[in-house]
Structures are given as C-alpha cells and as structure tokens.
C-alpha cells in the first residue's frame, strides 16, 4: 500500500490495526507485569486496586502521548508531502546516497 492510497483508508481502521498490535504484542504484556506492581503496594487489602489505578494511570498517559505524536506527525507528514522543492530535495539526496552505496558496492573485494 503506497501513500498515495493509504489517506483513503478511514483513520478508525488504522486506530483499530495499532489497538490489536500494541494488544497482542508479548513484550508489552511483559513490561506491564514486571515494571508496574514495583510502584503499587501490596501492604493493605487493596493491593489489586492500586495496581488497577496505577495501570489505568499509565495507559491514559500513553494514550495522550501517542495521540499526540500521530497527530504532530500526520501534520507533518502532510506538510513535507505537498512541499515540491522538499521533495526534489529528497529525491536528488536519496538518489546520491543509492549511488553512493553502489559504488561502495562496486570496489568493496568479496572475502
């Protein structure tokens, strides 16, 4: 899917994609387990409530943080697309730095 097609897609199905990602990734589960319970205390009868709150706490933090940054960077990344002269900019730096690698390429002795 190239850039051009990706502004068709409704941004609700990319949210729902980064959802289930973030959910079904492992080592975030991990990092929940092992980093928050070192913060709750587990001293008094609502051990599991603090965790709870502690938790709720810091995936709305990581919630407005996120949104921010997508938000910052879709801002961004449509300013940079429909400048022309950034774009012959990075057309003609991109196609030095290709060149570049092949030349390496090129005299680099196989061992």
Partial sequence: ???????????RKH???????????????????SFLPQF????GE????????LG?????IVLL???LVTYFSTLATKTLKDNKTF??????VSGIVFI???LKLLVTKPN
């Fill in 40 to 43: 709750a205390s587990t001293n």
């Fill in 56 to 60: 709720s706490t810091f995936a709305l």
């Fill in 65 to 67: 943080w996120c949104s």
């Fill in 100 to 102: 570049a690698l092949g």
């Fill in 1 to 11: 899917m190239d850039l051009k097609r990706t502004s068709d897609v409704p941004l």
């Fill in 15 to 33: 949210y729902i994609q980064g959802v289930i990602t973030n959910v079904a990734n492992p080592k975030n589960i991990l990092f929940y387990l």
């Fill in 46 to 53: 609502n051990g599991s409530l603090a965790l709870l709150l």
């Fill in 87 to 92: 774009n012959i900019i990075l057309d003609k």
